[in-house]
């Protein structure tokens, strides 16, 4: 449905926005983004989209379970590049280094010409290994009540570890663990709720190839990537840059 992927996809970016202002806003980053504010801004957008258009809500949110491992996956070049989601520091053998001044890795971790873990390809490698097996949980035709509660639990558990490895120092900690470890956590007890809540067991999900669904996509697509992944360095206005 042409609106539910418009409707889900502005409410994803829109919640990734909210949460990287708030829980980051006084970090020094003129345009963060947060993963867990787009899975909770596409879930409540999820919701509405079901409402509106009678689709089942299992549908709309397996649909997007089964999508966001690559395109996370994908994102996490921009990781790379631009410097954020950077690991703590470790040897040159495994770790990388980084040396532009507008990276986060130099301009808020003070880590220039340090060798860090390359914790956003960490996540590029568990991204793939998730999204390759729910494709083939789907394939298999299983409930996909399953295939949406194994995306939580299996992200919940890949960042979890992940975060073990980054050296953000703007990342807040509460109780000796990262927050984004706490929200680890809520996605793996969220997957495990999820499986035993009484949803459509008769809905199921069937790809299909149309261009009335392609064009919103790769338009939502081009947008997505233009917010979350264009600088404009020699300007100092809200918003202008992703880092400093």
Known sequence: HTYTIVLVSTSSLVGAGIWGQYIEKSSGL??????????VGGAIGSILASWLFSIPLISILSAYALASPWIQGV?????????CCHGRPTNKFIGILVTNPRSR???LS???GTYVHITAGYSMLANLVIGMFLWRLWYSNVALT???????????LSRFVEEAYRGELQTP??????IYQWTAIAFVVIGIIISILPFDDGASLK???NCEYLIP??????????????????SNSRFSRLSD
């Open 173 to 178: 900690i509460y109780y000796k663990l990262k």
């Open 217 to 234: 996509c790769i338009l939502l697509g081009l947008f997505t990537a233009f917010a979350a992944g264009m600088d404009f360095p020699e």
């Open 207 to 209: 790809l299909i190839w």
């Open 75 to 83: 994102g996490r070049f921009r990781c790379v590049i631009q410097g």
């Open 105 to 107: 890795v130099c301009s």
């Open 110 to 112: 003070d880590l220039k």
């Open 146 to 156: 399953l295939i949406l509660s194994l995306y939580f639990i299996l992200i919940g």
């Open 30 to 39: 003129s345009r963060p983004f947060g993963y867990f504010g787009c899975i």
